[in-house]
């Protein structure tokens, strides 16, 4: 089992920025994938950010590329997602996600591939 515990949401302005992190416990041995998903109000989840391979691969939704950045500790068993020039449509409850073996889909960002959960912490952006 692993657990997923992530901090660092909050409230801020267009324009702002908030560093969420994501601390990693229990068997975290011979995890292969992280990733970071949403999910706002009266919406799907959506995959945000994904890394593959001991941090040698990266992948983004269009709507965040070039403003979010994700990257690992593995020493610290924490992963991050670096949230700049945010915007009001990026307000959600932000889950991050960890996935073992070989991915079942394709797509890096797709939900599917994941095999543990944390509960989320919101972010909200005024405008």
């Known amino acids: 089992q692993v657990q997923l515990a992530e901090s660092g949401g909050g409230s801020v302005q267009a324009g702002g920025s908030l560093r969420l992190s994501c601390e990693a416990s229990g068997y975290t041995y011979g995890t292969r994938y992280m990733g970071w998903f949403r999910q706002a109000p009266g919406k799907e989840r959506e995959g945000v950010a994904a890394?593959?391979?001991?941090?040698?691969?990266?992948y983004y939704a269009d709507s965040v590329a070039g403003r979010f950045s994700i990257s690992q500790d593995n020493a610290k068993n924490t992963l991050y997602l670096q949230m700049n020039s945010l915007k009001p449509e990026d307000t959600a409850i932000y889950y991050c996600a960890a996935g073992f073996g070989v991915r079942r889909y394709a797509f890096a960002l797709e939900s599917g591939n994941f095999d543990y959960w944390g509960q989320g912490t919101q972010v909200t952006v005024s405008s």
């Open positions: 890394i593959y391979g001991a941090g040698s691969t990266t």
